[in-house]
């Protein structure tokens, strides 16, 4: 079984200052490790994704991740934070061959202080 | 984007009435799936769909039914809503992917729709 957690539910940062947010997994096979983003009002947009490969990702607007099996860990950085960056960010695991489905985190809402 | 729409974008119904959402795709991607977004909960899972006329359960799946019979289209039914249904609704696809190079994995990337809010009086 798979399972997913988000060891913040809020976190608040000043702009231009780093971002950090985290996230624990549990899987039993070699997972996928993606982070979502929600905008306010708005549906899903995919960040970045983890799939075996390097284990340092890059995704779209500076964000990115590093997975550590020895840790089970997938956790969002992103070096300098922007006013647009304020949104919820999900984290989310899927087990590779054959499950087809994803397992959400309960989410991080990030706060950008001005 | 991906051609993802949903209809409609908001509803409100009363306790007892029967309900569809309908989630259509244009990418002719193969899966499809229903969540529902709650505070604190994230997306939970309800009904999923791995081809036409293929559904299997969520882990939320009572009080919901689906049907697909088209590629395109999957329908999201509350057969009597209850006020405990009242959410945001969101549609997904996918479609497995190889990756190459430096990102060999296989992974299942789901596109999401714009979501249903629906409220149940």
Redesign the interface.
């Known amino acids: 079984a798979q399972s997913v957690t988000q060891l913040d539910s809020h976190v608040s940062v000043s702009e231009g200052t780093p971002v950090l947010l985290r996230c624990n997994y549990s899987s039993s096979y070699s997972p996928s490790l993606f982070w979502y983003v929600q905008h306010p009002n708005k549906g899903l947009q995919l960040l970045l994704k983890y799939t075996s490969a390097a284990t340092l990702v890059k995704g779209i607007n500076g964000f990115e991740a590093e997975f550590k099996k020895s840790e089970t860990s997938f956790h969002l950085t992103k070096p300098s934070a922007h006013m647009s960056d304020a949104a919820e960010y999900f984290c989310v695991v899927s087990e590779h061959f054959g499950n087809e489905k994803l397992t959400f985190g309960t989410g991080t809402r990030l706060t950008i202080i001005p | 984007d991906a051609g993802i729409t949903q209809s409609p974008r908001h509803k409100v119904t009363e306790t007892g009435t029967p309900v569809t959402l309908r989630c259509h795709q244009t990418e002719n991607h193969r ?1 499809m799936y229903w969540y529902r977004q709650d505070p ?6 309800i009904h ?1 769909s ?1 081809g036409v006329k293929d559904t299997d359960k ?1 882990e939320v799946s009572d009080g919901y039914s689906v049907s697909r019979s088209k590629t395109e289209d999957f329908l999201l039914t509350l057969e009597s809503a209850t006020s405990s249904q009242t959410s945001v609704y ?1 549609c997904a696809i ?1 479609e ?1 992917a190889v ?1 190459s190079g ?14 249903t809010r629906l409220t149940v009086l």
């Open positions: 899966y604190g909960h994230g997306l939970r899972l999923y791995y969520g969101f996918s497995f990756g430096s990102d060999r994995g296989s992974y299942n990337e789901q596109f999401f729709g714009p979501g």
